[in-house]
């Protein structure tokens, strides 16, 4: 793992893959910096994002944190601004995730479960629990991994409902003005 981590405004990938290790996510962002949490990434409008059988282009700008606290964290909190359908927080939680050897490249493990936000209405909550228990039994998740990510997903929810930092709106808008500052558009 490294520690070295590129200029802010530096290109850069975050790749997720699944348990199995097959490929999973691969987005194409931003190093912006860091903070008291960890580093911010962030995607431009327009930038891409591709797994197996679907990929999109950023519609409004976005940030990802990737936590400090140790050599790996067990999620990445991504923030959107302006996106069509009023998603403003998506939280994969993961295993293992962390900077490479490479400082342009980042990874996790994607681990099914989301806590979600959305403007309006439907709050937040825990998505995509079908899939969790799917995959608990398809990959054989270790019993502590499945204990300690699904206490990390009430704990995540309850926080993006409490507003707590840096689940407000305040830290990552920091975050997606100095991303939104760069200009950066494809």
Not at 4 to 29: A, L, N, S, Y
Not at 147 to 175: G, I, K, M, S
Request: hydrophobic fraction near 40%.
């Amino acid at each position: 793992m490294s520690t070295q981590r590129p200029d802010p405004g530096t290109p850069m990938i975050f790749h997720w893959r699944k348990w199995d290790g097959t490929p999973h996510w691969r987005h194409e962002c931003v190093y912006l910096g860091s903070d008291e949490w960890g580093d911010w990434i962030g995607q431009p409008v327009g930038w891409h994002s591709a797994r197996p059988g679907a990929e999109f282009h950023a519609e409004g700008p976005n940030v990802a944190l990737l936590p400090a606290g140790g050599p790996a964290a067990d999620f990445a909190l991504t923030v959107n601004r302006h996106h069509p359908r009023g998603l403003r927080i998506y939280i994969d939680l993961g295993w293992d995730v962390r900077w490479t050897s490479d400082p342009l490249l980042a990874t996790g493990i994607d681990m099914d479960l989301d806590v979600v936000r959305v403007e309006g209405p439907r709050g937040t909550w825990v998505d995509d629990r079908d899939e969790w228990a799917e995959h608990c039994e398809q990959f054989g998740y270790p019993v502590e991994v499945v204990t300690r990510l699904e206490l990390l997903a009430l704990d995540l929810e309850q926080r993006v409902r409490a507003q707590v930092p840096p689940f407000d709106d305040a830290t990552p808008d920091l975050w997606l003005d100095r991303l939104e500052a760069f200009g950066l558009h494809r």
